[in-house]
């Protein structure tokens, strides 16, 4: 969070129009660092107001496409557009760092706080950063934040007496400052208790009615219950970009459910395209992809978003799906 103070200035940009149309245009992004990663490659997307969830496992890419759009990070190649793309109106991402900055909200996976300050005292200070110079709006933004993240009973405690929880709450409180047109949040529910989660979610539920929100997880839980579009990341490629009803519903018919043993599992991995596996109460189910069951004893079942996640991660549907027979 501390990369705010370091390159906010106290002055606003042009932003975008309220009334113009709004989205984020990502494409053709790369990324390759030193040691021969390629972290991103030739992403492309279009992000429209709402909520947005970006999926992949750990070390897919996700952050680092994260903080490229925040200005934190340079792409090798590829460009980034925010607001009325068909306008000379619209942010360049890459071009134009401070204009994006005045009307960005970033909660990173991880961030600092300054300890001996109380969460009133930094927050009015970020506000003033972000461009809010009147003291009476000053504090009207904070109480109404803090409230927001339930933390306005504690706002004068030190940030350094925060439990992790509360610390993830203030930094969404500093994120929000502003009203942002883009919020980036990479990882957000971590260290949330089942209360927290549903109250930050419903935050990033209502912002999204009015801003682009990319949700950046590996929780399919989050993308299943407040993204109206998502996309699946891996080895910084693209796998897939659908509505999460759309995405299951095109994986309807072509998921089986069995109950196994260890032995029939390691032959079943050989034999079928097995997705998943889990434990539930000691005893072994498997979720395996096909057009019809792959044997005798499974059944047909009615697939979720995290079946859609494991399908395209296994190469069964998105760009690594191989042509199905008969398609056109």
Not at 104 to 116: I, K, N, S, V
Not at 159 to 185: C, D, E, N, T, W
């Amino acid at each position: 969070m501390l990369f705010v103070a370091k390159h906010f200035k106290s002055h606003r940009p042009t932003l975008p129009s309220l009334d113009a149309p709004m989205e984020l245009q990502i494409r053709g992004i790369s990324k390759r660092y030193p040691n021969g990663v390629h972290a991103l490659q030739d992403v492309s997307l279009t992000i429209p107001v709402g909520m947005y969830g970006l999926l992949g496992p750990n070390g897919a890419g996700k952050s680092t496409l994260m903080r490229i759009l925040a200005t934190l990070q340079d792409a090798d190649a590829g460009t980034a557009r925010l607001g009325d793309v068909d306008s000379d109106a619209a942010i360049d991402i890459g071009r134009e760092p401070e204009r994006v900055r005045q009307t960005l909200g970033y909660l990173p996976q991880e961030f600092g706080l300054y300890p001996h300050v109380s969460a009133e005292e930094l927050l009015d200070h970020f506000a003033l950063l972000k461009g809010i110079t009147g003291r009476g709006a000053r504090r009207e933004v904070v109480e109404a934040l803090l409230r927001q993240v339930n933390l306005w009973e504690v706002r004068r405690q030190k940030l350094g007496g925060y439990s992790g929880g509360m610390k993830q709450r203030f930094g969404v409180a500093v994120a929000l400052v502003g009203s942002p047109k883009l919020m980036i949040v990479d990882e957000p529910t971590a260290g949330l208790d089942p209360a927290e989660r549903v109250r930050f979610l419903n935050l990033l539920g209502e912002l999204g009615e009015h801003s682009v929100v990319i949700l950046s997880t590996h929780i399919v839980e989050d993308v299943t219950e407040l993204c109206t579009r998502f996309a699946i990341i891996d080895r910084g490629r693209i796998l897939l970009e659908s509505e999460p009803a759309r995405a299951v519903a095109d994986l309807r018919g072509r998921i089986w459910r069995r109950v196994v043993s260890k032995p029939e599992l390691a032959t079943l991995e050989r034999e079928a395209a097995v997705i998943s596996t889990r434990l539930l109460g000691g005893r072994t189910v498997v979720h395996v992809h096909g057009d019809g069951p792959p044997g005798a004893g499974f059944e047909p079942l009615e697939p979720d978003l995290e079946d859609v996640y494991f399908a395209a991660m296994a190469g069964h549907v998105g760009a690594r799906a191989a042509p199905r027979a008969g398609a056109a």
